[in-house]
């Protein structure tokens, strides 16, 4: 397969200034007729239109039929010559939605027709230049069978709809924003609508329509509420309006993604959408409200001011992540949304810069663009505008954004015009920040500090240093902020120093040390005593950060940093202490960091929701990423051991708070109440390992009697921890009797059977597949059984047998022929091979199997660069 690079770009040859499109659905076969004004931007008179899976039934220029000595098409192009002034090309094709299973282009899903565009799914569509800097203006019109497809949908707004002869009719729609292909859309279907109303900041009224099908009319309500505070968030956050009359949502079964910002006209992934108190999670609820938020706050960032091309992707999804982030905290927990946010980085994101296909945030090259949806792009890309924004402070950063969504308005942009405003703006020198985008690989800082109790001079000497990763062996030093604090005995300390301008001192136990060289060194004055530095406050940069702690030092930043995030931080490294202890046979005692966190769980002023996350362990993807060498399931045992001790430890606190909770009146996902079901349910599951004797009683009645779905589901997953494997089994029936009429709650039963720690676990996975309940061809099905078994599922994955692996490459080789890109974010577990010692071996083998099949583009490269 042919690699793209970003140094190859050029602007496009053609401009298309508006696509008249004409979908007939017939019974077996769609036609797709298109008209577009195309302008010739330069002297090439070769327009080259993308194309994939048409038959061509016919091309035209200003309605004469092209001959054949002027046009060449292949399995992909179309080329047609000597176009030198401005023309109608008119194509028509025909296309076969039924027999898509990419989920890619115009695709079936159950009853409905649906298309993705993004990235390069228009094509599937129709002739066309299929690239984000090709803005055009479209009319569509979609002409089915009344019956079987009621509602007709596209972008902007309807123009005219009507009757037409054999039960058929017909709506034409006008988008008179310009847009990429990729942000084109058309949904027909039999779907039942919720609508409402908002009124933006200038007293226009925008009419919302929630599509779905009518079994799950009663599962809007959220999504439309989590919308209307969106919109009235970037109003006041962004200054930014909605722009059209209508904005539409439509939930759809099978998709390969969350969600998708298609201009007035989103589709929703049901997972991301749907929402019901009796079958939806706390995490569900905040899920839909930051989807709904991300998809719709993406109609400026991404939409009116789009990317240039591809490998500007993270100029759309960073920073449209960093205002979904700033809005889920604004709507619950500030300080659990940064912890979980840096969580999924660490795991994941950190994870994926330490393999095979670490990428920068602007990637140099891709072989299939769809392979760049990656944590990278999106985490860490809003991690660098998170970055600037803190350091060019809420005024200037604003200030800065109304100056990129003006200037850029109606433009396809890259990520250095984003960098350019924000320079423009603050006056600040960004070059060295840049780097951000062009360096792959987590910077580590190494922290030392040298304290003088004559002189009261503390110095703390900074020294960075980042890996090679595959595109981008030398690296450069990164600007890197890092927030600190001092803690002396009494809280934290006042700071004096010289380097930093007198404004930064203005809350003068909080600074930003800014690291632009590989070693610098910051002097403080007048520091009383010896302190404990209270290192990358909040996360401050995306990185690792080193530093000698003991564990009292540990154990007072729990217990005391006025940063709630360092807190949480301070508990994570002393667990991971504790596990690389029980891993070297040397276990530590539990009493210091106990004593803090009973300290935490008495103190009433900490939030609940904070708690909870300071007794979680962390995650094993990042145990593995710090405790490089240790076998993974050493590593899963040890880890398991140290949760055990210290369940035992905290069991007579723990139950007292779960006894101390009753559940409210009516359900309500808010934040207080969701911080309360959360503490509760950590506390529970930390007491059933503890070993408390009334468990499993306790989780039967939890299970068949809960009231929400958070409550009912933290009991499924905690029966499965009991010793007694006839209790889980009867939970997992009666929930799955309660639940089987309702598909998102049957993909939570298959996950928590995925992740089922205990013996015969594959086996019974592949029963599953096998039953009624789940369909290869659902994306969400295939990820809750194989995605949690291959992520999650430790023991049972890293099988001394390698069945695990082999079961992966199976699922993933026979997906690879129906959903390419299904196939290949399943496969990453694989491709992590050289993490795991000697099981990496096994794990090898399994991926040069694949390797020598027959593969898709998405997969080839996967495999390949893993390899
Ligand atoms: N911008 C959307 C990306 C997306 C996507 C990409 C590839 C294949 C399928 C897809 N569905 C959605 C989602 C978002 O970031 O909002
Ligand atoms: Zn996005």
Avoid at 747 to 774: I, P, S
Wanted: hydrophobic share 40%.
């Amino acid at each position: 397969p042919k690699v793209i690079y970003l140094k190859d770009y050029q602007p496009p040859a053609f401009a298309i200034e508006q696509t008249q499109l004409n979908f007939d659905i017939g019974p077996d076969s769609v036609i797709v007729s298109s008209r577009l004004r195309v302008v010739p931007c330069g002297s090439d008179t070769d327009l080259v239109l993308q194309g994939e899976n048409l038959t061509t039934l016919a091309v035209s220029l200003d309605g004469v039929p092209v001959d054949a000595a002027r046009m060449t098409e292949t399995e992909s192009t179309l080329t047609v010559r000597g176009i030198d002034s401005a023309c109608w090309l008119e194509t028509r094709v025909a296309i076969d939605p039924w027999g898509n299973s990419s989920l890619e282009g115009l695709y079936k899903s159950r009853t409905m027709f649906c298309t993705q565009c993004e990235a390069e799914g228009f094509r599937k569509i129709t002739w066309f230049l299929d690239r984000p800097d090709v803005l055009s203006v479209y009319t569509t019109r979609v002409e089915a069978d009344k019956s079987d497809c009621p509602i007709l949908l596209s972008n902007g707004n309807c123009i005219n709809r009507g009757d037409l002869s054999d039960g058929r009719h017909f709506a034409e729609w006008h988008d008179p924003h310009p847009k990429p292909s990729y942000l084109f859309a058309l949904v027909a279907g039999d779907l039942e609508c919720v609508t409402d109303e908002f009124v933006t900041v200038s007293g226009r009224r925008v009419v919302i329509e929630v599509y779905v099908e009518p079994k799950d009319l009663d599962k809007c309500a959220h999504a439309i509420a989590s919308l209307k505070r969106a919109m009235r968030w970037d109003e006041e956050k962004y200054g930014r309006e909605y722009d059209l009359d209508c904005y539409m949502i439509v939930a759809v079964d099978d998709f390969n993604m969350g969600a998708m910002e298609n201009k007035g006209l989103n589709i929703f992934n049901t997972s991301c959408v749907l929402a019901h108190p009796a079958t939806t999670t706390d995490a569900g609820f905040q899920r839909v409200e930051a989807v709904v938020a991300h998809e719709y706050f993406h109609n400026w960032s991404g939409n009116r001011v789009t990317c240039r091309d591809w490998f500007q992707l993270s100029l759309k999804e960073g920073f449209t992540v960093y205002r979904d982030a700033c809005f889920s905290a604004d709507m619950n927990s500030a300080t659990v949304k940064r912890i979980e946010d840096v969580n999924l980085l660490r795991s994941a994101q950190f994870a994926e810069d330490a393999g095979p296909l670490a990428h920068a945030v602007r990637p140099a090259s891709f072989i299939e663009i769809s392979n760049f949806y990656t944590l990278t792009i999106y985490e860490k890309g809003a991690e660098i505008v998170r970055m600037l924004a803190n350091m060019l402070g809420p005024e200037t950063f604003r200030q800065a954004t109304d100056r990129y969504f003006e200037r850029f308005d109606g433009q396809a942009v890259t990520c250095d015009d984003f960098l350019s405003v924000m320079e423009e703006v603050s006056g600040r020198d960004l070059s060295r920040f840049a780097r951000w985008y062009s360096q792959a690989g987590t910077p580590v800082i190494d922290v030392q500090d040298e304290y003088n109790a004559e002189s009261q001079i503390y110095r703390m000497t900074l020294r960075q240093s980042c890996r090679p990763t595959p595109e981008t062996p030398d690296k450069q030093p990164f600007h890197i902020p890092v927030r600190i604090g001092l803690l002396g005995e009494a809280g934290a300390l006042a700071l004096y120093c010289d380097q930093l301008a007198t404004q930064e001192l203005a809350d003068n136990t909080d600074v930003v040390l800014e690291l632009t060289d590989t070693e610098q060194t910051f002097v403080f004055t007048r520091v009383p005593e010896r302190p404990v530095p209270s290192l990358c406050r909040n996360f401050s940069a995306p990185v690792h950060v080193r530093y000698p702690y003991d564990e009292p030092a540990l154990v007072q930043l729990l217990a005391r940093d006025d940063d709630l995030f360092n807190r949480w931080q301070a508990s994570q490294e002393i667990a991971i202490r504790h596990i690389a202890a029980e891993l070297d046979g040397n276990p530590l005692s539990m009493d210091r960091w106990t004593g803090a966190l009973e300290q935490c769980l008495a103190d009433a002023a900490l939030d609940s929701a904070v708690m909870a996350e300071l007794l979680h362990l962390p995650t094993m993807s990042y145990l593995i990423d710090r405790l490089e060498g240790h076998d993974v399931l050493a590593l899963h045992a040890a880890r398991k051991t140290v949760e055990e001790k210290l369940a035992i430890a905290l069991k007579p606190r723990l139950h007292k708070a779960l006894q101390a909770y009753h559940p409210p009146a009516q359900y309500q996902p808010e934040a207080g109440q969701i911080a309360r079901r959360s503490l509760r349910n950590v506390a529970a599951r930390l007491c059933v390992i503890a070993g408390w004797e009334q468990a499993a009683d306790w989780i039967e009645a939890q299970v068949r009697a809960a009231t929400n779905m958070t409550d009912q589901l933290a009991a499924l997953r905690m029966s499965l921890l009991l010793p007694d494997a006839d209790v889980s089994a009867r939970c997992l029936d009666y929930f799955f009797q309660q639940w089987s009429h309702e598909a998102l709650v049957v993909n939570q039963w298959l996950a928590v059977q995925a992740a089922d720690e205990r013996g015969d676990t594959l086996v019974r996975l592949q029963r599953l597949t096998e039953t009624a309940g789940f369909q290869w061809g659902n994306p969400n099905k295939v990820r809750a059984l194989v995605g949690t078994f291959a992520g999650q599922n430790y023991p049972q994955f890293h099988r001394n047998d390698g069945q695990g692996y082999q079961w992966l490459a199976d699922v993933v080789g026979k997906l690879d022929q129906s959903n390419p890109q299904l196939a290949s974010r399943l496969v990453t577990p694989l491709t992590r091979w050289k993490q795991y010692g000697a099981r990496g071996t096994a794990m090898r083998n399994a991926l040069q199997g694949l390797a020598g099949q027959d593969l898709s583009r998405d997969l080839y490269e996967v495999v390949h660069k893993a390899l």
